[in-house]
């Protein structure tokens, strides 16, 4: 809350009113996924990541909410995780957020 009192009486052209119009906290999505791989769970969440960060930005967090393991003849051939990804996301207006700090 400070931050926005000290947006709203800046003496800073940038801010103030446009604060006072524009100014919102950052809103997080939420997604599921699924990966796998044949090494680890943890080898399975590291590809998780690496493919969301081709597509999205701003990542904050991952959820691993369940694992898995695929067996055959009494093998584990391949580990599996259904994970949730929180990431922030941008303001319709680049322009006027790029001035808001945060």
């Known amino acids: 809350m400070a931050k926005r009192?000290?947006?709203l009486?800046?003496?800073?052209?940038?801010y103030g009113s446009a604060?006072?119009?524009?100014?919102?906290?950052?809103?997080v999505k939420v997604i599921e996924l699924?990966?796998?791989?044949?090494?680890?769970w943890e080898d399975a969440v590291r590809t998780a990541l690496e493919q969301t960060r081709k597509t999205l930005r701003h990542i904050r967090s991952i959820y691993v909410e369940d694992f898995e393991a695929?067996?055959?003849a009494g093998e584990i051939q391949a580990y599996?995780?259904?994970?949730k990804i929180s990431f922030d996301l941008e303001a319709a207006n680049p322009r006027l957020s790029s001035n808001l700090p945060g």
């Open 70 to 72: 695929i067996v055959t």
């Open 19 to 27: 604060a006072r119009n524009y100014y919102m906290a950052k809103i």
């Open 80 to 83: 599996r995780i259904n994970a």
């Open 34 to 40: 699924l990966a796998e791989s044949e090494k680890s």
């Open 9 to 14: 009486t800046s003496p800073n052209p940038h």
């Open 5 to 7: 009192e000290a947006l």
